[in-house]
């Protein structure tokens, strides 16, 4: 369920959250408001994505039976 929310985070933030914040004071360094906004979103969706598949226990599985399978 943990993984779920975090994927959706990004969605929410970029999507949704645009709308709340469209204005272009104050200039976040130099960029109007909500530019800055998405380009913190598409950072943060690169760090979020990374945690999620860290958390994901597939990808955990995958790598132990990739690991053992070696010679």
């Known amino acids: 369920m943990l993984l779920r ?3 959706a985070l990004p969605f929410i933030g970029i999507l949704l959250g645009v ?3 469209n204005r272009v ?3 976040v360094l130099g960029m109007p408001f909500v530019l800055a906004w998405i ?3 598409v950072v943060l969706s690169a760090i979020i994505m ?4 860290r958390l ?4 955990r599985q995958v790598a132990f039976d990739g690991e ?3 010679p």
């Open 68 to 70: 053992e399978a070696r």
């Open 19 to 21: 709308p709340f914040v």
């Open 39 to 41: 380009v913190m979103w």
């Open 50 to 53: 990374a945690i999620v598949y």
């Open 5 to 7: 929310v975090l994927a």
């Open 25 to 27: 004071e104050p200039l």
């Open 56 to 59: 994901d226990p597939t990808n």
